[in-house]
């Protein structure tokens, strides 16, 4: 959630952030009517409050004509101070509920606009010319099923549509990803963590994942549990309710766990292969930092993300996400995609995303610098989402005979093996 205080100091930075978003602007002055009403009445409450106290330690030396005004006086106060009461409660929980609406101050440089309006910052590699090597590109389905990698026919048979089986080498080349991530991560100072799969909803909400993106996310009714869409929700909650001294800052852990999408929306979008599916691997990139070094450790984000995407020697671009784009936690959102041979174009294999205070006011961390405490900044970063990368290097790395060469990067973790042949069926 934002700060408060900025909202009733410059609330018109917020209104233009709201408006940048295409969110409702007219939230931001129902916001503004509830906290003033939380403050008055609890400024109210404290007054009466007050002149009962007073009026107990006098009624005991009060004459008797005197005492039997007090206790009247005493009987009014107490159904005032339980009014003023109410009407502060029913005030501070309007306030928060709006707040929770709220999405985070879109950064100023972020470009405004919708899903189609990002800029293009930079972009790396090579996109090859298949029709100059003499052959047309297969896509990720095909030399999938070719090299006994992918099934998503009984991966629908078992569990529907968007679900599928990584067989033989598909299931190596996910665990080579995995750990080829995870030794970058480390490496780069990163503490590996396994994450839980289910949270409470404290933790979901926390992260901003039961607002705009809540028709997304798997509930277990019974339990009162959500499935995670990303590890980024089980780490952001890690230190909740924690106050975590400035010298152990930055925090950074790389997350490693399944991640479950139902995919709303996307009804006829992205059906083939595995692109788009309900439920799949990630290595997740998290930072908690001050708030003043957010905007730095973001771009160390995206410079780890591209790090990664080299080695896989994949041509891709990075994009500055637009205003209307971005998730209602991100004050700005970075996106690396990758080129998708059959496709003809760039699709999305990772993204960061500078949270500032956002998510940490709402899950109450916060930083100890001397005698002050207060919220810190949240970030996080793809560095590996499993099925879309493993789209990539098939499509890309394809050769005519049907193999694939593996990146360098990989072949240790695969026993050396340089490329994958096609099976026998």
């Known amino acids: 959630m934002i700060d408060l205080r900025l909202l009733r100091e410059d609330p ?51 004459s008797a004509e005197e005492k039997a005004e007090l206790l009247k006086r005493a009987e009014q106060l107490k159904a005032d101070v339980r009014a003023a009461d109410a009407e502060r409660d029913t005030a501070d929980t309007e306030t928060q509920e709006l707040l929770l609406r709220l999405g985070n101050l879109v950064h100023p440089d972020v470009p405004v606009g919708g899903e189609e309006d990002f800029a293009t910052l930079e972009t790396h590699g090579e996109i090859r010319d298949f029709a100059a090597e003499g052959f047309a590109p297969k896509d990720h389905l095909e030399l999938g099923q070719s090299l006994g990698a992918i099934d998503v026919e009984r991966g629908a048979k078992v569990s529907g549509s968007r679900f599928y089986f990584l067989t033989g080498v598909g299931a190596l080349l996910e665990l080579a990803l995995v750990n080829a991530a995870i030794a970058q991560a480390t490496a780069a100072g990163f503490t590996p963590m396994l994450t839980p799969a289910l949270v409470r909803p404290q933790s979901m909400a926390g992260t901003g994942f039961l607002g705009q993106a809540a028709q997304d996310v798997y509930h277990l009714d019974k339990d009162d549990l959500y499935l995670v869409g990303t ?6 909650a890690y230190h909740m309710d924690e106050i975590i001294d400035a010298g152990k800052l930055p925090l950074r852990y790389a997350g490693f766990s399944p991640c479950f999408r139902r995919e709303a929306g996307s009804h006829g979008k992205d059906t083939r292969g ?19 070094d957010s905007q730095a450790e973001h771009q160390r984000l995206l410079e780890w993300e591209k790090q990664w995407l080299t080695s896989l020697e994949l041509p891709f671009r990075v994009i500055d996400v637009a ?19 059959t496709q003809g174009k760039y699709r999305e294999l990772t993204s960061t995303s500078d949270c500032t205070e956002f998510q940490s006011r709402r899950l109450s961390i916060r930083v100890r610098e001397g005698k002050t405490v207060r919220p810190l900044a949240t970030l996080n970063g793809t560095l590996c989402a499993v099925p879309r990368t493993i789209v990539a290097i098939l499509e890309n790395h394809q050769q005519a005979d049907g193999s694939v060469r593996v990146p360098e990067v990989l072949r240790p973790y695969l026993g050396g093996r340089e490329v994958l042949e096609p099976v026998a069926r």
């Open 12 to 62: 018109d930075r917020v209104r233009a952030s709201q408006r940048a978003r295409g969110e409702d602007v007219a939230l931001v002055d129902a916001l503004l009517s509830a906290d003033e009403r939380r403050r008055s009445s609890g400024v109210r409450f404290d007054e009466l409050r007050a002149e009962q106290k007073s009026l107990g330690k006098l009624i005991p030396k009060a």
């Open 231 to 236: 590890s980024e929700v089980p780490l952001a």
């Open 274 to 292: 595995i692109f788009r599916v309900h439920q799949f691997d990630k290595v997740e990139m998290f930072s908690y930092v001050a708030p003043e």
């Open 323 to 341: 205003t209307g784009d971005l998730g209602s936690s991100a004050a700005r959102k970075f996106d690396c995609e990758a080129w998708i041979p």
